[in-house]
């Protein structure tokens, strides 16, 4: 049974270039959520979607960052004319429920800005 | 808001107990949990505890809860030096797994 999966493991972008991080999670689980960590900091809640609906994306900046989770398909995370401040891993997790069960993180994504 | 301090470093030797402290401000905190991350990786669930447990013991790891100070412990037992990381603590106390996490514990294990 595959773990959540991200690609790429690594992205480099320009300031101003837009980035796409993708996030499978696993098997027979519906709840996706993504987190931001800083450098030498905790992870920070971002966005928790389930297929086809954000539930909360209280903690997402509200200019230039979207997500979604489509029917068929990878969860997208999708950052639009990236600034330095944007550098961060990028972690993807997933649940069963929305409760009880606890989340499996992937490796993340770790986005470069230069 | 919440919020979730614990201490930066921690260097123990090989063979050692480990004690990771974590304290945490919010009161309706239902879920408590410890991750691990090692380089480069994910983060990795260790144990979980619900907030109406004192204790509970997994293997090398012991978890105690101190509601009333709001104090959360990790022991790992008979540390090795693949114990080697940076231990998250979390809580949450929403109906979704909106974790909040602390910044980490770096343990080192030193043969």
């Known amino acids: 049974n595959a773990g959540v999966m991200q690609n790429p493991r690594h992205l480099v972008r320009r300031r101003g270039q837009e980035a796409r991080l993708r996030c499978s999670p696993m098997?027979?689980?519906?709840?996706v959520y993504w987190y931001r960590q800083l450098p030498e900091e905790g992870l920070k809640f971002m966005v928790y979607l389930q297929k086809e609906n954000i539930i909360d994306e209280s903690g997402m900046p509200k200019e230039r960052f979207s997500a979604e989770f489509p029917k068929e398909g990878p969860s997208i995370l999708r950052i639009q004319q990236v600034v330095r401040g944007d550098s961060a891993a990028y972690f993807c997790a997933s649940s069963r429920d929305s409760f009880i069960s606890p989340l499996h993180f992937g490796n993340g994504t770790r986005l470069t800005v230069t | 808001g919440e919020d979730v301090e614990q201490s930066l470093f921690l260097s123990v030797r090989e063979g050692d107990s480990s004690v990771i402290n974590c304290t945490y401000t919010?009161?309706?905190?239902?879920?408590l949990y410890w991750y691990k991350q090692e380089p480069g990786a994910g983060l990795q669930l260790l144990t979980y505890?619900?907030?109406?447990?004192d204790m509970k013991q997994d293997q090398r790891l012991t978890v105690l809860l101190n509601k009333k100070d709001k104090h959360l412990s990790l022991r790992i037992a008979d540390t090795q030096t693949g114990d080697s990381a940076i231990y998250f603590c979390a809580e949450t106390n929403t109906g979704f797994q909106k974790l909040v996490f602390g910044t980490g514990t770096r343990l080192l294990v030193s043969p």
């Open positions: 505890i619900f907030s109406n447990m």
């Open positions: 919010d009161s309706s905190s239902t879920y």
């Open positions: 098997k027979g689980h519906s709840h």
